[in-house]
């Protein structure tokens, strides 16, 4: 069967530092990769999505960056982190359209 | 770009009380998922509807797709607090490469009074 996981589950950064947050999917090859950030009281917002390695669509402009270096390895980086960034990140996979997507459990990043 | 709105908001209900949560879009539902979402956690997935009229039932909670496949309801039956959560409704979007994106609607956080 297949798995996702997602690390870390939560993370506390300073303003202005780095990010690295990793996402693997098992069982499963060539699946499509999803980026979510899930801010308080809103819905989720799709921030990158990835149909393949070296390929990545960014769906809105921002202080993030996704990379896909290995078929089932997603990764969302930041060079600077800025307080609007803290959220609730959810990775994401899935096959084709009408098919659901499962999720991680998702990182608590807070910026301070 | 497709909007998904849900109600209500927020819901409170007595434990063994039945109640409905609506997915409403601006456009044609080509394919609608429910997931149920646990606070700090990532998002379970309970069904998807692609036709309209089409109803599933899983356990105590039952989704359906209306005709014209522009609403959604999820109805739980019988309450417990093991239903207390938040519940998501996502839809397919139509992408240029016509790869899958999935749009989901602000979320309808319920709780379960015992």
């Known amino acids: 069967s297949q798995t996702i996981h997602q690390w870390p589950a939560t993370l506390v950064q300073p303003v202005g530092s780095p990010l690295s947050l990793e996402c693997t999917v098992e069982g499963t090859s060539n699946p499509n990769l999803y980026w979510y950030r899930q801010a308080a009281g809103r819905g989720l917002q799709l921030l990158f999505y990835s149909v393949g390695i070296g390929q990545i669509s960014s769906e809105v402009p921002q202080n993030l960056s996704a990379s896909r270096p290995q078929d089932r390895q997603f990764i969302l980086s930041s060079k600077k982190l800025l307080l609007s960034d803290s959220g609730f990140y959810l990775c994401a996979w899935g096959r084709d359209k009408r098919w659901p997507l499962h999720f991680g459990n998702g990182t608590r990043l807070t910026v301070t | 770009s497709q909007e998904l709105e849900q109600s209500p908001q927020s819901l409170i209900v007595q434990e063994g009380k039945n109640l409905t949560i609506n997915c409403t879009s601006s456009?044609?539902?080509?394919?609608l998922y429910w997931y149920k979402q646990k606070y700090g956690e990532g998002l379970i997935f309970l069904m998807m509807?692609?036709?309209?009229?089409e109803e599933k039932s899983h356990e105590k909670i039952t989704a359906k797709l209306d005709e014209k496949k522009q609403q959604s309801s999820l109805h739980i039956t019988a309450s417990q607090p093991s239903h207390a959560g938040i519940y998501l409704c996502?839809?397919?979007?139509?992408?240029?490469?016509?790869?899958?994106?999935?749009?989901f609607g602000t979320g309808t956080k319920l709780q379960v009074i015992p």
């Open positions: 456009k044609t539902l080509y394919g």
């Open positions: 509807l692609q036709k309209g009229g």
């Open positions: 996502g839809a397919d979007m139509k992408t240029p490469g016509g790869y899958q994106k999935v749009t």
